[in-house]
């Protein structure tokens, strides 16, 4: 059984819920390029112009990048959700954003709040210690239309005469 599921995937959101029922807990990444990325987009390789963390500004990024804009969470009580960005997959290098017990909600989009460090980065969701689950909304923005490139007869060849 999966534990990622995508319940909404649109040009513009997508809507992920990850869970785990595993008593120790467990780690579940959500990849922008693999994971977010709808049959009609293309993934474009996305950077920013600065640093976030370094510099106290805003990027600005290029390319495919989703922000996270909502957050639901569950957790055994004593236990934790953590939301992490995957700077490196190697090693791995990750960057904190986010820690929570119990259960609840919060809406960023409405109140103004929206993760954008690393926003060009995988998503890394972490079961600390026992089971729960994690509903995130993100805001994606940068990916590409898909175009359909291919013809499939006289009509479809934009120079053939009459077509």
């Known amino acids: 059984m999966a534990n990622l599921h995508i319940l909404k995937n649109s040009e513009t959101e997508a809507v992920v819920k990850v869970y785990t029922d ?3 807990g467990q780690v579940i990444d959500i990849s922008l390029q693999n994971d977010l ?3 009609t987009q293309t993934y474009v390789a ?3 112009d600065i640093d976030e963390t370094s510099t106290g ?3 600005v990024y290029t390319g495919s990048h989703a922000t996270i804009t909502g957050v639901w969470w569950g957790a055994k009580d004593g236990k934790r959700v953590d939301i992490q960005r995957i700077i490196n997959p190697t090693g791995p290098v ?3 954003h986010f820690y929570f017990i119990g259960a609840g909600y919060h809406d960023y989009k409405a109140s103004g709040f929206a993760d954008r460090i690393y926003a ?3 998503i890394r969701v ?3 210690g026992g089971e729960g689950f994690c509903i995130l909304r993100l805001t994606k923005s940068g990916w590409t239309s898909k175009i359909e490139t291919a013809t499939y007869g006289i009509y479809d060849d934009q120079t053939a005469v009459g077509s």
Do not use: P, Q, V
């Open 46 to 48: 996305g950077t920013s």
């Open 94 to 96: 990750l960057h904190n």
């Open 120 to 122: 060009t980065k995988d």
């Open 37 to 39: 990325t709808t049959a």
């Open 22 to 24: 595993l008593s120790a």
């Open 57 to 59: 500004g805003y990027a």
């Open 126 to 128: 972490t079961f600390a």
